[in-house]
C-alpha cells in the first residue's frame, strides 16, 4: 500500500490519492523482473532551445544557455533532455524547418557550443537526445534548391507533381485536394520547375520523398552523424505524414474524402488523411532507423541510444511503432493518451483510467510504456488540467510503469501566456486571422522558461524576448519555488528522487483504479516502510499493510 497523506499533497488530492485497495478489485499489470536499461525507468524533460535560457542576451534562448543550466537538470534528478530542433534553419516553424541537418542554428551557436554541451552533459551524467525532422526541410535547404534546378541525384528528393488541368477552365490545377496541417493547400507551385511540390506542414516546409532510397539513406547519415557527435537517441519529429499513398500507374494521387469534422475549408480537419498519414511504409521506416542506432552500438559500444516517435495516431497505428515479433522498432512512441483522452472529455478519476488502459491493454508484451503531459505544441499542462491538479498530473506519470516526459515549466507548474494578434509568430495562427488565432495559436505554450522573479524571469539581459514571458512568472519560477516552503518543483524532485530510491516504483504502480470521480488510486506490489522527508515538518508517508 501507498498512502500519501498530509497537507503537502492537498493541492493532489483532489484527483489522485494512493491507498490500499486490498483484494483483486484494482487491475494487475505484473511486469517481468529484469535489469532495466536505462531509457526504461527515465524520466525525459523536453528542452524548447529557444525558450531555455539566453546567455548572450539577444532575447533568444541558446545552446549555451543550456549548459548553464544543466546543474538544475541535474537537481531535478532527471535523465535525459530532449532538445527541439537546433539545427540551422530560416526559423519559419521554429527549427522544424531544417535548411542543414549537419550544422547548428548560428543564433543557437556553434558546433563547438554544441561539443561543450555534450562533454557537460556528459561529466554530470545527463544523456542528450535530439530532435530528427524526418518528414520535410526547408525549402531553404540546398538539397530542395538543388531539386528545383533538377540537378543530378536530386530530382525526387521531394514529392513533385505536374497537377492537373481543369478540363472547364482549362487551367492547371494542384493533383489533389490534400490540406496541409498549417491550413490550405499542401501544395505549392514551383515557377522555376514548374511543377507542384507537396507539402504537409508550412509552404516552407517540403516534404521529402521517401520512395527515392538516396533520401532514405540521406537521413540515415543525419542520425549517423548525431550519433558519432555523442547523441544518446532522437526524438522523431511528425511520423503520421512521412509516408503518402502510392500514386496510380498514371501517377494520379486520390483525393481525400469530406470529413464532417468542420465548414472551415482550410482547416487540415475538414477532409480524411486516409492517403496522406499513417502508412504501413512509415512503420517500417522507423524499424531501419532503429537498425542505425542498434549498429551504432554494436560498432562503437556504450549505453543504447533511443528512439522515441511523436505520432498523434490510433493505437493499432501506434503500437506498432514499438516493433514486431522478429523486428525491433522505437523504444518509446509517445503516449499521448493523457493530452488527447482529456481533450475530448474533462479530468476525472474515470478519464484517467481511460487513458491509462487505452495505452497498456494495446501495448505488446514485453515493451515499456511511457507517459507524457505536454509539449510545445499544446497549451501548457496546467491550463489545460487546471493549476490545481498539476501535482497529481506529475505523481501519476512518475508513479505509473514506465517512463516519463515532461515539457519544460510543467515541474513548476508554468501556465499559457496571453499572447496578442500582434505578437504572434507561430506560423499555423499566422496562416489564420486575428478572430480564429487563438484556435491554432501554439505561441502560449513557448514563451520564456521562469528562473527568476526579476526582470525577464532571469531567462535574458535583452530588452525584448522573442516572445513576451507569461504574466505570472513573478510567483511562478525556479527561485520562488526553491525557496519556498511547498511549491510544485518540491514535489516534482521529491516524485523524481522516491522513483529512483525505490525499486518497486521503478516498475511502476501496476494497479490503478478510479475508485470514485475524483479520486484516482494506484497501488504498487510490496512496498516497504518507508518515510521520505519532502520539506521540514512535511512528510510523504509510505507504508506497508
Ligand atoms: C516485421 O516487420 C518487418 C519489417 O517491416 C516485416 O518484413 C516482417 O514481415 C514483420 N514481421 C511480422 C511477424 O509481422
Ligand atoms: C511536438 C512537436 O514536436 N511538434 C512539431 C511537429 O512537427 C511539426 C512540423 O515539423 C512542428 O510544427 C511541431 O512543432
Ligand atoms: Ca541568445
Ligand atoms: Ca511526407
Redesign the pocket.
Known amino acids: 500500500m501507498i498512502l500519501i497523506t498530509k497537507n503537502a499533497f492537498a493541492a493532489a488530492l483532489s484527483l489522485l490519492v494512493l491507498v490500499d485497495l486490498g483484494g483483486e478489485a484494482c487491475k494487475d499489470k505484473t511486469t517481468t523482473e529484469r535489469t532495466k536499461d536505462w531509457w526504461e525507468t527515465a524520466q525525459f524533460y523536453q528542452i524548447y532551445p529557444r525558450s531555455f535560457m539566453d546567455s548572450d542576451g539577444d532575447g533568444i534562448g541558446d545552446l549555451n544557455g543550456i549548459a548553464s543550466k544543466l546543474e538544475y537538470l541535474k537537481d531535478l534528478g532527471v535523465t535525459a533532455a530532449w532538445l527541439?530542433p537546433i539545427f540551422k534553419s530560416p526559423m519559419v516553424?521554429f527549427g522544424?524547418d531544417i535548411s542543414d541537418f549537419f550544422d547548428i542554428q548560428p543564433e543557437y551557436g556553434t558546433m563547438e557550443d554544441f561539443r561543450a554541451l555534450i562533454k557537460k552533459a556528459k561529466e554530470l551524467d545527463l544523456k542528450i537526445i535530439l530532435d530528427f525532422?524526418p518528414?520535410h526541410s526547408s525549402d531553404e535547404n540546398e538539397w530542395f534548391k538543388k531539386s528545383v534546378k533538377r540537378e543530378k541525384g536530386y530530382e525526387d528528393y521531394y514529392v513533385w507533381h505536374d497537377g492537373k488541368i481543369n478540363t472547364d477552365t482549362g487551367k492547371r490545377e494542384p493533383p489533389t485536394n490534400w490540406l496541409q496541417y498549417f491550413r490550405g493547400s499542401a501544395w505549392q507551385w514551383n515557377e522555376e520547375r514548374q511543377q507542384y511540390y507537396l507539402h504537409q506542414?508550412a509552404v516552407q516546409?517540403p516534404d521529402l520523398n521517401y520512395r527515392n532510397p538516396d533520401v532514405v539513406e540521406q537521413m540515415k547519415r543525419v542520425l549517423r552523424y548525431w550519433l558519432n557527435e555523442g547523441v544518446a537517441g532522437f526524438r522523431c519529429?511528425?511520423l503520421p505524414p512521412l509516408f503518402e499513398v502510392l500514386p496510380d500507374a498514371e501517377g494520379q494521387f486520390p483525393d481525400e474524402q469530406l470529413s464532417g469534422a468542420t465548414q472551415d475549408a482550410e482547416d487540415r480537419d475538414y477532409l480524411t488523411t486516409a492517403y496522406i498519414e499513417n502508412q504501413p511504409e512509415t512503420i517500417d521506416m522507423v524499424y531501419q532507423w532503429r537498425q542505425v542506432l542498434d549498429d551504432h552500438q554494436r560498432i562503437h559500444g556504450g549505453s543504447s541510444s533511443v528512439l522515441l516517435i511523436?505520432t498523434y495516431s490510433p493505437a493499432w497505428f501506434t503500437m506498432q511503432f514499438y516493433g514486431n515479433r522478429s523486428v525491433e522498432g522505437a523504444h518509446l512512441p509517445f503516449n499521448f493518451n493523457l493530452i488527447t483522452v482529456m481533450e475530448q472529455s474533462p479530468l476525472s478519476g474515470a478519464n484517467v483510467q481511460k487513458a491509462i488502459d487505452l495505452w497498456l491493454n494495446n501495448m505488446p508484451a514485453g515493451r515499456t510504456a511511457n507517459w507524457v503531459l505536454g509539449?510545445?505544441?499544446k497549451r501548457r499542462a496546467a491550463s489545460r488540467y487546471g493549476e490545481q491538479h498539476i501535482d497529481a498530473m506529475n505523481m501519476l506519470i512518475m508513479m505509473l510503469p514506465g517512463a516519463s516526459v515532461t515539457y519544460q515549466g510543467e515541474e513548476l507548474g508554468m501556465t499559457d501566456a496571453q499572447i496578442s494578434w500582434v505578437d504572434t509568430v507561430d506560423p499555423w495562427a499566422c496562416n489564420s486571422n486575428p478572430d480564429i488565432y487563438e484556435k491554432y495559436t501554439r505561441d502560449p505554450a513557448r514563451t520564456p522558461f521562469h528562473w527568476t522573479s526579476g526582470s525577464n524571469a532571469g531567462f535574458s539581459t535583452a530588452a525584448q524576448t522573442w516572445l513576451p514571458l507569461a504574466a505570472d512568472y513573478v510567483t511562478i519560477n525556479v527561485a520562488t519555488e526553491s525557496a519556498a516552503q511547498r511549491s510544485h518543483l518540491h514535489i516534482y524532485k521529491a516524485l523524481i528522487e522516491l522513483r529512483k530510491s525505490l525499486k518497486t516504483l521503478q516498475n511502476g504502480a501496476t494497479k490503478y483504479q478510479a475508485l470514485i470521480e475524483d479520486v484516482f488510486v494506484l497501488k504498487s506490489a510490496s512496498l516497504a516502510t518507508h518515510e521520505l522527508n519532502l520539506l521540514p515538518g512535511e512528510a510523504l508517508v509510505m507504508t506497508t499493510k
Open positions: 527541439s516553424d522544424y525532422v518528414n506542414f516546409q519529429d511528425a511523436e509539449n510545445h505544441d
